[in-house]
């Protein structure tokens, strides 16, 4: 959901109060604006009690000028003063996108937990874990780095789609499911093919697997069964390694993995040919 849709479905109160209070609140706007413009988010802003109505019309002053740092800090003030208000839970979610817009994704994150936490019927708890999920997809890091990111962000996206599957959100999130599980699925191989240049074929066969057995679905699968091929000839395991060779045959036949498989076996006088009692064969089974 962006900005305008949001504002859209929340209408501030500033479109329901009398022309003097507008005076009032837009002379407020002008001064935040200039105390807040050189602070960071970081810094609260001092306690000076305030109706819920200004407070949360200033917050959305900020966001129509774009003005994200000061709008969070406004609507986690509406949070503070005024708990139990109406404005304090749409301030929750309001405030977790504008923390979202200049990469404060922990406090976003925080604050969008808290919504799911205190309002778990509520109709915009989808758009919640669709936030979180963004704000660890977004620091997603390359193959070479720790995945915990890539994990967790996985993780609100699998729990968007299992509770909101018709949601307008669950749509993309899905898409975000697959480009994360061949992120995984990328680590996986890059590790594999360490231990493999190693001749640590064990350590490398147990990698391969983990894509074969959990990401099968991402582009990663030719490769890791031709991999598997490799290894398991040099350990000498050559059913395994013919069997490998045939499921990645019959399912990517014009794969130039699959072309290098056949001539792995070849050089040895070996066809492809697949053993059904292979872990590789069952779990192929299972997921197809």
């Known amino acids: 959901m962006d900005f305008a849709r949001m504002r859209e479905a929340w209408l501030p109160l500033r479109d329901r109060r009398p022309s003097f209070f507008r005076a009032v609140i837009a002379g407020t706007v002008v001064l935040a604006a200039a105390a807040l413009s050189g602070c960071s988010s970081d810094d609260e802003l001092p306690y000076e009690e305030r109706p819920v109505e200004q407070i949360y019309n200033t917050a959305m002053d900020h966001m129509d000028e774009k003005e994200y740092i000061p709008a969070a800090k406004e609507f986690d003030e509406v949070e503070r003063q005024h708990p139990y208000?109406?404005?304090?839970?749409?301030?929750?979610?309001?405030?977790?996108?504008?923390?979202?817009?200049?990469?404060?994704?922990?406090?976003?994150?925080?604050?969008?937990?808290?919504?799911?936490?205190?309002?778990?019927?509520?109709?915009?708890?989808?758009?919640?874990?669709?936030?979180?999920?963004?704000?660890?997809?977004?620091?997603?890091?390359?193959?070479?780095?720790d995945q915990k990111m890539t994990e967790n962000a996985l993780n609100s996206f699998y729990e968007l789609t299992r509770r909101f599957p018709t949601s307008e959100y669950a749509r993309d999130a899905q898409l975000k499911i697959d480009l994360t599980l061949d992120h995984l699925a990328g680590k996986e191989m890059e590790i594999g093919r360490y231990y493999l240049n190693r001749h640590d074929y064990i350590a490398a066969i147990n990698r391969f697997r983990e894509v074969v057995e959990r990401y099968q679905t991402t582009t990663h699968t030719p490769e890791a069964l031709e991999r598997l091929t490799e290894a398991y000839l040099a350990l000498g395991i050559k059913t395994e390694a013919q069997t490998a060779a045939a499921i990645l045959g019959y399912n990517f036949p014009g794969s130039e993995w699959y072309e290098d498989s056949y001539a792995l076996l070849a050089d040895q006088g070996l066809e492809p040919q697949e053993n059904k009692d292979s872990w590789i064969s069952r779990a192929w089974n299972t997921v197809f």
Request: charged letters at 25%; hydrophobic letters at 40%.
């Open 85 to 145: 208000s109406e404005w304090a839970r749409r301030s929750m979610l309001m405030g977790a996108y504008a923390h979202y817009k200049v990469n404060e994704y922990d406090e976003a994150i925080l604050s969008a937990q808290r919504f799911i936490s205190l309002h778990p019927s509520n109709k915009d708890v989808a758009y919640a874990y669709y936030l979180i999920g963004l704000c660890y997809y977004e620091r997603i890091s390359d193959v070479g780095r």
